[in-house]
Nanobody, 126 residues
Framework: QMEVAESGGGSVQAGGSLRLSCVYS?????MAWFRQAPGKEREAVGA?????????VYADYVMGRFTISFDNALSTLYLQMTELKPEDTARYLC?????????????????????WGQGTQVTVSS
């Protein structure tokens, strides 16, 4: 089992910003952010294709507010969140596609990710 470690969560007021980090040194074609609020399904936030020429993809509901980036030298995935809303309150989890199962449009499918972190809590107050 390879370790996925998130950090950077916290409490902010609506309109504020937070940056989450996720370190995974085992190598993954895709790395993704998901979130889960109490009583709700885990949902995809966005992901990053980490190979040369890599790029981020986003769920519609965070487009324009969240930015995902990846530092290959540090094996670290970032989630910069701005204009935070109370409905963004959730536990944010990082996932690594260690075995290369994800193909393009499948990045939202949580079953394809091999390793998961424990998550970091983000709470946005109104």
């Amino acid at each position: 089992q390879m370790e996925v470690a998130e950090s950077g969560g916290g409490s902010v007021q609506a309109g504020g910003s937070l940056r989450l980090s996720c370190v995974y040194s085992g190598g993954a074609r895709w790395m993704a952010w998901f979130r889960q609020a109490p009583g709700k399904e885990r949902e995809a936030v966005g992901a990053f294709f980490t190979r040369p020429g890599g790029y981020p993809v986003y769920a519609d509901y965070v487009m324009g507010r969240f930015t995902i980036s990846f530092d290959n030298a540090l094996s670290t995935l970032y989630l910069q969140m701005t204009e935070l809303k109370p409905e963004d309150t959730a536990r944010y989890l990082c996932a690594a596609d260690h075995f290369g199962r994800v193909r393009g449009g499948q990045w939202r499918d949580r079953a394809l990710y091999s390793y998961w972190g424990q998550g970091t809590q983000v709470t946005v107050s109104s």
